[in-house]
């Protein structure tokens, strides 16, 4: 399996519009952060999770050919956003693209893309095909996933596991049990927006001490803020196994 991190930015990416701070005027590439969202080579099929608004540069950055799945962690924008995009796979590959979203996401979607679902199919509209899932264990493409129940505050999300690869991107919450879906795991990618605490996210102390709870072999902070600091500051201060993820950077498992 290929992991490419599109993206590990929070909502307002960074650098962000307007701020003179160090790490929005940072000259290392590290420090530029579009929209959180990875893709998953798995043997021959290419899954992608979550399409925020930089999903097409994303993709022409990675030189993604090809697309067989969506799944979406939730439903805020800088995971939904640039869905429209897929149109190019759709032309190229001649399907539907199949998306993977809990029902309450799926709902969502269809409002806030109220013209792919209004039954005008005019010509160049994305086509989709929605598939819900839950928290039982499901398959996309012949690929096993485990979802993982999180908790974005008040709103449940997913996180899933596929194989010894566990990705959580919008968390401040995990329960025993949903943990015990993460143990085992070789490599886990935790969110982590900045240092100070935060109502809907992990801050960086929470994250790494979650880390050293599930003991992974290595261990990747994505949905970065600018006020998280410099990358190469930051990854001085961190734990061995763990290092925060930056665009472009790829795994193999
Ligand atoms: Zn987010
Ligand atoms: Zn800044
Ligand atoms: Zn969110």
């Known amino acids: 399996m290929t992991v490419t991190f599109l993206g590990t930015g929070t909502s307002q990416g960074v650098p962000v519009i307007g701020c003179d701070c160090d790490v929005c005027r940072s000259l290392d590439f ?5 929209r959180v969202s990875i893709h998953l080579q798995i043997e021959n099929k290419s899954i992608i999770v979550d399409s925020g608004p930089d999903f097409r540069q994303q993709v022409l950055r990675e030189r993604i050919k090809r697309l067989d799945a969506l799944l979406y962690t939730h439903e805020h924008k800088d995971h939904t956003s640039g869905m ?3 149109r190019a ?40 095909n929605l598939y819900p899932i839950a928290e039982e264990p499901f398959e996309v493409e012949g690929v096993a996933v485990t979802p993982i129940r999180v908790m974005h505050y008040k709103l449940p999300v997913l996180g899933f596991r596929f194989g010894n690869f566990t990705y959580i991107t919008d968390a401040n919450y995990i329960s025993e049990d949903e943990k015990a879906k993460i143990a085992g795991s070789e490599v886990i990618v935790l969110n982590a927006l ?6 809907s996210h992990f ?23 600018h006020l998280m600091g410099l990358h190469r500051e930051v990854e001085m201060e961190l734990p061995g196994f763990i290092s925060l993820a930056y665009d472009g950077l790829k795994i193999e498992l």
């Open 30 to 34: 590290r420090d530029k952060r579009l």
């Open 203 to 225: 801050s960086l102390s929470e994250a790494i001490a979650l880390l050293i709870e599930l003991k992974p072999k290595k261990a990747y902070l994505t949905h970065i803020s």
């Open 194 to 199: 900045r240092k100070e605490p935060h109502i």
């Open 89 to 128: 796979y759709n032309f190229m590959q001649h399907i539907d693209m199949p998306l993977y979203a809990e029902q309450r996401v799926i709902n969502q979607i269809k409002q806030e893309f109220a013209y792919i679902f209004s039954g005008h199919n005019y010509p160049g509209i994305p086509r989709v």
């Open 84 to 86: 429209d995009d897929i």
